[in-house]
């Protein structure tokens, strides 16, 4: 079954580093979300991708975050510089378009000293 | 303004005994509503959802959840609680924003199953 693959899962970093995630959607998914999850609260949609274009950051924190897609495929999340609240899961989903159900990759657990 | 709640933070159940975890929903439109369950340190499992039709919808592992239109409500619900249903339970809702669809999800459920 085609899953949507993360890396690293765990990340450990001290504030003010420059961090970066990575995901790999499922083949064939134009739509990529970002979701930031700290702990005890529900998934918040950081970023949304339709194939290598943004259609929604308006929850980024542009000053430190940034995403990118550039070939409509796999996907970037960048922090620089990480601060402690910035210690959350952050999940990365995949559908075939905007109105398909997202499918949930593992998620990569930061934790900012 | 799109928003889902979930009252409680944490469900207390025995084994055996019917579970209902509930959610309540706020959308402009009509609703688009999901359950999802997460496991630790793992992403978000579909459930199941609701689009259109009957109230009552049947999901994965015995599942079910109830539309109310009235009360603005999706509760999940399973007959018979199994230990291994502990987990972190998760209502969404689906809104048309911008001809874009977002989902908007709660802060979710703690289901905790004792033997």
């Known amino acids: 079954e085609a899953e949507v693959a993360q890396s690293p899962r765990y990340k450990i970093t001290e504030k003010s580093q420059a961090v970066a995630f990575w995901c790999d959607p499922i083949?064939?998914?134009?739509?990529l979300y970002w979701y930031r999850q700290i702990l005890g609260q529900g998934p918040e949609l950081l970023v949304q991708?339709?194939?290598?274009?943004?259609?929604?950051d308006s929850q980024l924190p542009k000053d430190r975050f940034s995403a990118e897609r550039l070939k409509g495929v796999d996907s970037t999340l960048k922090i620089q510089p990480a601060e402690l609240g910035d210690s959350a899961m952050y999940l990365c989903a995949s559908s075939p378009d905007t109105l398909a159900l997202p499918f949930f990759g593992p998620g990569t657990r930061l934790t900012v000293l | 303004a799109q928003s889902v709640a979930q009252p409680e933070d944490q469900v207390n159940v025995a084994e055996g005994n019917p579970l209902t975890v509930k959610c309540t929903y706020s959308v402009s439109g009509n609703p688009y509503l999901f359950w999802y369950v997460q496991y630790p340190n793992r992403g978000l499992q579909f459930l199941l959802k609701y689009i259109t039709g009957d109230n009552l919808v049947k999901g994965s592992y015995g599942f079910e959840a109830e539309f109310n239109k009235s009360q603005t409500s999706f509760h999940l619900k399973k007959p018979s609680a199994l230990v291994s249903d502990s987990a972190l339970y998760f209502c969404?809702?689906?809104?048309?924003?911008?001809?874009?669809?977002?989902?908007?999800f709660g802060s979710g459920t703690k289901l905790n199953v004792k033997p």
């Open positions: 969404a809702v689906r809104a048309l924003i911008y001809n874009f669809n977002k989902f908007y």
């Open positions: 083949s064939g998914h134009a739509t």
């Open positions: 991708f339709q194939d290598e274009s943004v259609v929604d």
